[in-house]
């Protein structure tokens, strides 16, 4: 979850991990720590037809949820950290 800064630059003043409520951190509007994000409108087929959902997660939380998975994620290294 991300609240910004009322007025036009907008600026990020807090993401919250969406599964353990943990703030993350943040200095002068930039987050400093890594945060998976996941933007999604689900379409025709589903039972969400049309709603759109929006989270962000803790690296742990990340790790926590993708360890489940019974296919792994894919992995490969980055020429290129943005």
Avoid: W
């Avoid at 409520?21 to 037809?49: H, M, P, Q």
């Amino acid at each position: 979850m991300r609240r910004y800064e009322d007025g036009q630059d907008r600026k990020l003043m807090k993401v919250v991990c969406n599964k353990c409520g943990r703030n993350l951190k943040i200095v002068d509007g930039y987050l400093k720590e890594y945060c998976f994000t996941a933007d999604t409108v689900f379409g025709y087929f589903s039972n969400k037809d049309g709603v759109e959902h929006h989270f962000d997660l803790c690296e742990e939380c990340y790790d926590m949820l993708t360890s489940q998975f019974l296919v792994p994620v894919e992995e490969m290294e980055s020429a290129e950290l943005l």
